[in-house]
T-cell receptor, first 112, second 114 residues
């Protein structure tokens, strides 16, 4: 089955700087890669996703890149703000499977 | 509804008692998932429903855990004879197309076994 590794487990960045979270996956057939943000006391929320036919996708200050050859994908947050502080989860799925496999999460702290 | 609704939001129960956790998925979402999240930990898969059937129950930790879904909508997760190690946040999610467009999560039920 699929295995998703996520790094780092914790990340602190100065407000205004960029943050990068990286994930690797094991199943070369995986073709959909969402990212979730979980704030304290809430369920994870989808913030951006990418499919395997695309190398990069951007939505305002958030971008995701995918390297299918290396089987890794990354979340990039630019001009970080205090409200970006949360736990971020990456995930992957192969269309032949029936559930997402999640990474172990990254706790991002933005230092004012 | 507009989102995934879970109830109760918080539940405190005595060790040995049974509890039922409810999930109302987004209308029209055929797939429904239960996850467990212990304090500061990741997402532990429990069970997945497609319609009313459960093709994947592989994550249920013991036979004290069971779940059902009726009418292709509401799901109930039941934990019998609760133990302290069952204390966690139980998250429900629903999706179209078996997760190929991502999941929508509820806010979870925080279960505390005392």
């Amino acid at each position: 089955g699929e295995n998703v590794e996520q790094h780092p487990s914790t990340l602190s960045v100065q407000e205004g700087d960029s943050a990068v979270i990286k994930c690797t996956y094991s199943d070369s057939a995986s073709n959909y890669f969402p990212w979730y943000k979980q704030e304290l006391g809430k369920g994870p929320q989808l913030i951006i996703d990418i499919r395997s036919n695309v190398g990069e996708k951007k939505d305002q200050r958030i971008a995701v890149t995918l390297n299918k050859t290396a089987k890794h994908f990354s979340l990039h947050i630019t001009e970080t703000q205090p409200e970006d502080s949360a736990v971020y989860f990456c995930a992957a799925i192969n269309f032949g499977n029936e559930k997402l496999t999640f990474g172990t999460g990254t706790r991002l702290t933005i230092i004012p | 509804g507009a989102g995934v609704s879970q109830s109760p939001s918080n539940k405190v129960t005595e060790k040995g008692k049974d509890v039922e956790l409810r999930c109302d998925p987004i209308s029209g979402h055929t797939a429904l998932y239960w996850y467990r999240q212990s304090l500061g930990q990741g997402l532990e898969f429990l069970i997945y429903f497609q319609g009313n059937s459960a093709p994947d129950k592989s994550g249920l930790p013991s036979d004290r855990f069971s779940a059902e879904r009726t009418g292709g909508s509401v799901s109930t997760l039941t934990i019998q004879r609760t133990q302290q190690e069952d204390s966690a946040v139980y998250l429900c999610a629903s999706s179209l197309n078996r997760g190929q467009n991502g999941y929508t999560f509820g806010s979870g039920t925080r279960l505390t076994v005392v």
